[in-house]
Structure formats: structure tokens, C-alpha cells
């Protein structure tokens, strides 16, 4: 069975960082692509970064720069880094992975930055 669990959002200082973690179990991580999305309240959900299996990352324009995806593939953890936070990066953050002809989803941790 396939679980991603998200965790390490909170609330922060607009400026600050977090480093957002998700864990997967039930399957091994090394031969996959894993992203990060978010969704704020009433908002259609974004699209935030992309870590492929050798490694190549991706971003989404409004978080290039800010922003850093990595993985551990023996801990079976893919991460967040995110620096420079501003009010508009509040939302639940959901890590996702594609295995088996379907789309695997985490709970999600929700980030709340204030000014």
C-alpha cells in the first residue's frame, strides 16, 4: 500500500523558511518522479516543483529561487526547502508520486505565512 505523509509546515514570518518533508512507504522512491503541489483556500491547485529520478528539478514561476526540491531515496523522503516566504505561498502542500497507472497523494501539510 502506498503512502506519502507530509509534515514540517507551520506558521511563519513572512521572510522566513520551512522545510516541508514527505515520507513514502510501500514502494522504493529511486525509480520515480516526485512532486510538490499547493492549493490556497478557493484557489485551483498549483503545480510547485518536480524532482526527477536522476535528480533534474523543476519549479513553478512563482517559487523559482525560493524554493528547493531534493530527495533521499534510502530514507524514501522527498523535501521542501522554502526561503524567502511571502503571504501569497499560504496553503496546504501535498506531495504526490505516480506509481502503478495512478497518482498517489499525501494529506498534506498546511503553511501559513503572515506579514
Known amino acids: 500500500q502506498v503512502q506519502l505523509v507530509e509534515s514540517g509546515g507551520g506558521l511563519v514570518q513572512a521572510g522566513g523558511s520551512l522545510r516541508l518533508s514527505c515520507a513514502v512507504s510501500?514502494?522504493?522512491?529511486?525509480?520515480?518522479?516526485l512532486r510538490w503541489f499547493r492549493q490556497a483556500p478557493g484557489k485551483q491547485r498549483e503545480w510547485v516543483a518536480t524532482?526527477?529520478?536522476?535528480?533534474?528539478?523543476g519549479y513553478g514561476d512563482s517559487v523559482k529561487g525560493r524554493f528547493t526540491i531534493s530527495r533521499d531515496n534510502v530514507k524514501r523522503m522527498v523535501y521542501l526547502q522554502m526561503n524567502s516566504l511571502k503571504p501569497e505561498d499560504t496553503g496546504g502542500y501535498y506531495c504526490?508520486?505516480?506509481?502503478?497507472?495512478?497518482?498517489?497523494w499525501g494529506q498534506g501539510t498546511q503553511v501559513t505565512v503572515h506579514s
Open positions: 510501500g514502494i522504493t522512491i529511486s525509480g520515480n518522479t
Open positions: 524532482i526527477t529520478s536522476s535528480g533534474s528539478t
Open positions: 504526490t508520486v505516480f506509481w502503478g497507472l495512478r497518482d498517489y
